[in-house]
């Protein structure tokens, strides 16, 4: 496939969550974890160091569960493709508040940079609307990261966008590793101090 007008991940990730407010993020396994951490280590942001291919569902159950906040699932096209099943599920319930953008590489990054089947021609675009997401598309220009903020927070979805990016490894900025304290503080500043406790 053509790598030609790929976007840098950092400014697509820093760009999305641009005044983010209380957006409620699920950042993905790997380096959309990274990503999102370089833009800000925010207790709002729930990062996956592991279950790979469930940050979509994560991202549904946040959505159905807090109808009133808008949330943001940014993932790899590697991680969604071990969880595809979770875009129909997504496309069922159809929560207006939820938005997936597929950071996609066309490589695992986390093991070698092996492609993945997007480098092939599989269209995760093409699948979320085949499962009945209210807008999916494939971004290649930034104008159209910027759009998508801004749906998210008309309240337009679901809403899917496969992303493409370049295939670079940028330095790693690590959010915290300890599940615990990321379980906590993330339900303490959802639900309020009390909830960590619970």
């Known amino acids: 496939m ?24 699920v950042a993905g396994l790997g380096a959309p974890n990274w990503d ?30 807090q109808p009133r906040r808008d949330v943001l699932v940014l ?37 070698g940079m ?13 699948i979320a609307a085949g499962c009945g997401f209210a807008r999916s598309e494939t971004v290649r220009e930034m104008a159209a990261v910027e759009a998508l903020r801004a ?3 008309a309240r337009q979805g679901p809403l899917f966008a496969q992303i493409k990016i370049a295939a670079d490894t940028p330095p790693l900025v690590m959010p915290p590793r300890d ?3 990321l379980k906590n503080r993330f339900r303490a500043a959802l639900l309020g101090p009390d909830a960590a406790l619970a």
């Not at 999102?36 to 569960?65: E, H, I, K, Q």
């Not at 969880?83 to 093991?111: C, F, K, M």
Request: no cysteine.
């Open 75 to 111: 993932t790899g096209d590697g991680e969604l493709l071990m969880g595809l099943g979770s875009l129909a599920s997504i496309g069922v319930q159809r929560p207006a508040n939820l938005a997936v953008a597929a950071l996609d590489n066309e490589a695992y990054g986390e093991t």
């Open 179 to 181: 599940g615990t304290l």
């Open 151 to 153: 749906r998210l927070k």
């Open 114 to 126: 092996q492609a993945t089947h997007t480098a092939h021609g599989v269209d995760l675009a093409a």
């Open 36 to 65: 999102v951490a370089a833009a800000g280590d925010n207790p709002l942001t729930f990062p996956l160091w592991g279950a790979m291919g469930s940050a979509a569902m994560v991202g549904l159950g946040l959505a159905l569960a």
């Open 2 to 25: 053509s790598r030609a007008n790929t976007l840098d991940r950092r400014a697509v990730v820093a760009a999305l969550l641009a005044e983010r407010g209380d957006l409620l993020v």
